[in-house]
């Protein structure tokens, strides 16, 4: 099989597409890269990449009217919970003093935190009780979703915690100057769709205890940059590592035409990954005794899963033997087995504990789907976590 398999939805036309469903030389499209000569002659691999790249096609369609029905239902649920539900919006109206939402204002609520409005931590868990880690993870995830504002407010305020700041990361083309002359870049994609935009979010917090919570926002309901990430069924094969979900890799921050250089240009828009390493080189350094842990809820939860495959990539060791754990929640699946066994063997030496919390039959934890007519996905876990009294929804 090929050592990739890149596809650009930019690139395709429809006619182009549906061309790849009839001809097993793939090669020839223009939206599919992959090495000179390959031929693709099993149906069901075409009919895969079809469907990926036109589900992007539809979603880039469909951007604007998605994300202005989202934002309209945002703006319509806070409006509502402002004036204390619809009849107190009628007499508010009446009475000409209507609460009108303000979007970059710590009160105003995504539509995920619209759904669910718990902001504290479980008090009956302390600090010390071994299931501290997994309920600030969870909250963190879910507060990932809300405005800068929002997010400062709630570790400060509620959680009484070091608010260390929130971000959007670029997911775009970037040619860095910096690159190794040994630095091994023939896996990656010279063509393959970027989103050319800040689409990748994450905030970074500091408990009472020392420890560095690094929270990456997952995919929101209305927005379809997240869900083209989701999509892309590109995958990538790192040396050594295995083959793993080009889309995920993407959003993390690599870099087109260059993969995983150790260094980021100084000039160029910070990705995720570059940008979260500095920062925690910066803060561990200061405090010998501080530790990081990774989380994030959907693609945030795959995110948080790759971010240590990447600093194995970049034998960032003293990093690794910081990172105490990473916790994960409705998180797709990323990699090969290849890539499964990698990530077992990183964990082991580092002694880096992994935990994935699902719900047994929740769709999003089996995907990409387990299917050999394009790649093996599976997990890289041994501490699963699934709702109780249920069949682990581990493949």
Known sequence: MASRLLSNDQDASFVDLCKILFSSDVGKRKFVDCPDGVREPLFGRR???????????????TAKPMSGFGSGVEYWLNLLS???????????????????????????????????????????????????YSVLSVMAAKASYENHQYIQSIVKDQWKMDYLGSYDFWNGKIYPEFIPDNFPVLMFAEISHYQEKATTQAFVLKDNKDVIIVAFRGTETFDPDAWSSDFDISWYELPGAGKIHGGFLKALGMQKSRGWP????????????????????????????????????SLGGALAALFPAILSLHDESWLLDRLDGV?????PRVGDEKFAEYMEGILGKHNIDYYRFVYSYDMVPRLPYDDSTLIVYTLYSVNDLVESGSPPNKE
């Not at 500095?278 to 990774?294: M, P, R, S, T, Y």
């Not at 916790?327 to 998180?331: C, I, M, N, S």
Request: with cysteine.
């Open 262 to 297: 150790k260094k980021q240009a100084d000039n160029k828009p910070e990705t995720a990954y570059y940008a979260l390493r500095k920062l925690l080189k910066e803060k561990l350094q200061n405090n010998d005794k501080a530790k990081f842990i990774v989380t994030g809820h």
């Open 47 to 61: 009919w895969i990449i079809f469907v990926s790249v036109l589900v992007q096609k539809m979603l880039k369609a």
């Open 327 to 331: 916790y994960t929640f409705g998180q």
């Open 82 to 132: 402002g004036n204390k539900g619809f009849f107190g919006l009628v007499m508010n109206s009446l009475k000409g003093k209507v609460v009108y939402p303000d979007r970059t204002s710590a009160n105003f609520l995504s539509f995920t935190g619209s759904i669910d409005k718990r902001l504290q931590l479980d008090c009956n868990i302390g600090q010390e009780d071994c299931r501290y």
